[in-house]
């Protein structure tokens, strides 16, 4: 069975910073480019980052492109999303996703290409 499992989240000051992991069990990470993506309530999922197989190409939203950093670590079957300067609007819960279809250096923000799906650990931003 493939799984993903988030963990990192937590409440955190505006400014502060935070680090999420998904760690994959029952499939190699390596073969997989992996997305971040984000609701928060009431709003439609985000997609936040992606990293291809190979971790050469990555890709960020707007809102986030220069506080948050994504990477993997296909040794330890698992990939990071280092966040910094949080911010209030970063308050949701997060997902990792994975999947096999991209090309080695490829990768999407887009939901749509991903089947296999994190529970998600929810992040809190507030003072």
């Known amino acids: 069975q493939l799984l993903l499992v988030e963990s990192g989240g937590g409440l955190v000051q505006p400014g502060g910073s935070l680090i999420l992991s998904c760690a994959a069990s029952?499939?190699?990470?390596?073969?997989?480019?992996i997305g971040w993506f984000r609701q928060a309530p009431g709003k439609e999922r985000e997609g936040v980052s992606c990293i291809s197989r190979s971790g050469g190409s990555t890709n960020y939203a707007d809102s986030v492109k220069g506080r948050f950093t994504i990477s993997r670590d296909n040794a330890e079957n698992t990939v990071y999303l280092q966040m910094n300067s949080l911010k209030p609007e970063d308050t949701a819960i997060y997902f990792c996703?994975?999947?096999?279809?991209?090309?080695?250096?490829?990768?999407?923000?887009?939901?749509?290409?991903?089947?296999?799906w994190g529970q998600g650990t929810r992040v809190t931003v507030s003072s």
């Open positions: 029952g499939f190699t990470l390596d073969l997989y480019a």
């Open positions: 996703a994975a999947d096999s279809i991209f090309l080695s250096n490829n990768c999407s923000r887009n939901s749509m290409p991903y089947h296999t």
